[in-house]
């Protein structure tokens, strides 16, 4: 084949792939969907719960899976697991599973282990080192611990799923995340009109409204009419720009006296004037710094650097420099500004300016991560570490000019999300009683409860060898075991609150079932925060999710 061909296939099989994946592209972008196309997942128990999270993993085209499971095919699994059929009865559910999950997309490849986890950890626990992410379903509580313990130990993202009956529940546990697209619903733009920087003061005080011609009056941008007004206003006030309700409107009539005249006297229709009065009160907020990314400067990790700090943190630390110095208390600007009336050439000019002030700005921090790098050399050879797998493509000592412009366009969202471990929540002493004791003082309206009955059934299980209600004909016995099994849980926590017994009746009654439709919801759930940790975007749960089918709510809580 020659180069030319090559070439063409190539171009062909990358357009193909931004059609395939167009819709999630707009969602994380390039960098985004390599770092999905890059991980390594792994599913243990190919339960109806586990292959629906894998399910929409596999679409949106990670790099490749693997499920782990030790058990066989039962006729309970095909009646609840699509990726499940009856021609793989009594086969290897790991198989079975692999087989036609992988049909849902060429581009991901997939591997089984008829193993149990005890076993691997026991014998072969590197085998989870290669892994981006594990999603465990259906394990018993002395394993899920023992899996967590190691996890955590390496760094190694967990996520806890189970569906239960009509009960759902989710687990996040991961020592730490950090994010720089954090994508925030609503965010304020970068405008800097209450610290205008020299581009934009110059640009500004080359037009002239006072002395344009009308068209040219109408067309300009209403960021440079919100900037002339403002100065006018400060000189007419001590310097100082408008800060409460009274003064902001009193601000609006001021520029709205700014609208030209036709020959009769009345008011023209100058749009880009009514865009400005419109956007007073979200540009003229003051430029600071964001509580989470003061966090972010605050931590142990950004102010102690060593050969083992992620890239994040590095550029953390010459970001704070950067503020501290360069920035005078402000952090690079973003470099973005917003759609508004105007026309083209004007329109282009202004977003010219913010985009060289944002150049600059990186620039400066790129020296600075330069700096701290050549610094950490000095101190001796870097350590091997687990790293995520946004930063593959940024290894600490070759952080790219890209990587830190995408650091500082973004650096107004960034986060450092620090998570507690199984250990610590399994723990009564280290449990955090106190917000499990405020979530069960109304039960009724809380689906926290469903929490201390999942923790429940998992003590019965650890017991008897089984759930409560696996048998039909051991159902009421099963619920005032069960009902111990509630109490000690409440005992060991110190909690008074009474779990009434109509909930711990349902739970017997369940019987550890998975619902398909339940299953489907959790692996919606269970994925979309598996994505999260492995882009690196957005903003994932902290640190447990509970979901009630029943009445279709669900919670969110920090255990």
């Not at 036609?100 to 591997?111: A, I, R």
């Not at 006030?237 to 800060?243: C, D, E, F, L, N």
């Not at 919801?521 to 509970?546: D, H, R, S, W």
Request: hydrophobic share 35%; proline share 4%.
């Amino acid at each position: 084949m020659t180069m030319a061909a090559s070439f063409r296939r190539e171009s062909k099989a990358g357009l193909d792939k931004n059609n395939k994946y167009d819709r999630q592209l707009r969602l994380w972008g390039d960098h985004g969907q390599a770092a999905l196309e890059a991980a390594r997942v792994c599913l243990i128990n190919a339960t109806a719960t586990g292959t629906e999270t894998l399910k929409n993993l596999i679409l949106p085209g990670i790099g490749s899976f693997t499920i782990v499971d030790g058990h066989k095919i039962t006729g309970e699994d095909m009646g609840n697991n699509f990726f499940l059929d009856r021609e793989g009865f009594n086969k290897p559910r790991a198989q079975v599973a692999r087989d036609l999950l992988q049909e849902l997309n060429e581009d991901v490849s997939g591997d089984w282990v008829e193993e149990s986890v005890d076993r691997l950890l026991d014998n072969n626990p590197e085998f989870f080192l290669v892994f981006s992410c594990v999603i465990t379903t259906d394990l018993p509580e002395k394993s899920l611990l023992k899996l967590g313990d190691y996890l955590w130990d390496h760094n190694i993202p967990l996520v806890v799923c189970r569906s239960y009956g009509l009960i759902g529940y989710i687990r996040l546990v991961i020592k730490e995340h950090t994010v720089i697209e954090s994508h925030p619903d609503s965010i304020h733009e970068d405008l800097r009109l209450d610290r205008p920087f020299p581009g934009l003061v110059e640009y500004c005080d080359r037009l002239d409204l006072d002395n344009m011609s009308k068209k040219d009056h109408s067309h300009t941008p209403m960021l440079v009419i919100l900037y002339k007004y403002l100065e006018k206003w400060k000189s007419m006030h001590g310097g100082a720009a408008p800060k409460n309700y009274q003064e902001k409107n009193q601000f609006k009539e001021f520029i709205r006296s700014g609208i030209l005249k036709n020959e009769d006297g009345m008011l023209m229709q100058e749009e880009n004037f009514e865009e400005a009065v419109k956007a007073v009160n979200t540009s003229l907020v003051p430029t600071r710094i964001p509580a989470d990314v003061q966090k972010v400067f605050n931590d142990e990790q950004c102010n102690n650097l060593n050969g083992e700090s992620k890239p994040f943190w590095i550029l953390a630390r010459a970001v704070k420099e950067f503020v501290e110095k360069e920035g005078e208390g402000a952090l690079p600007l973003r470099g973005t500004i917003p759609d508004m009336f105007a026309d083209s050439e004007k329109y282009v000019q202004l977003q010219n300016v913010y985009r060289s002030q944002a150049s600059e700005d990186a620039a400066v921090v790129t020296d600075k991560v330069h700096q701290i790098l050549q610094h950490l050399a000095k101190e001796g050879s870097h350590s091997p570490r687990q790293i995520t797998v946004v930063e593959q493509e940024y290894p600490q000592d070759c952080i790219s000019d890209n990587y830190v412009r995408l650091f500082c366009k973004n650096a107004a969202f960034l986060r450092a999300i620090h998570f507690r471990s199984l250990s610590e929540e399994y723990t009564p002493q280290t449990a955090k009683v106190g917000d499990l004791g405020m979530n069960l003082e109304d039960t009724d309206n809380s689906d926290v409860v469903f929490y201390v009955l999942l923790r429940a059934v998992d003590r019965f299980y650890s017991e008897y060898n089984r759930y409560p209600g696996y048998y039909d004909d051991q159902v009421e016995t099963d619920v005032s075991n069960l009902k111990t099994c509630v109490s000690r849980l409440l005992q060991e926590w110190g909690l008074g609150p009474n779990i009434k017994d109509d909930y711990v009746h349902e739970m017997c009654r369940y019987g550890a079932s998975e619902l398909h439709s339940v299953a489907s919801f959790m692996g919606g759930v269970a994925a979309q925060e598996c994505i999260k940790v492995i882009t690196g975007q957005f903003i994932p749960l902290n640190n447990t999710y509970i979901y009630n089918a029943m009445k279709q709510t669900s919670t969110s809580i920090e255990l």
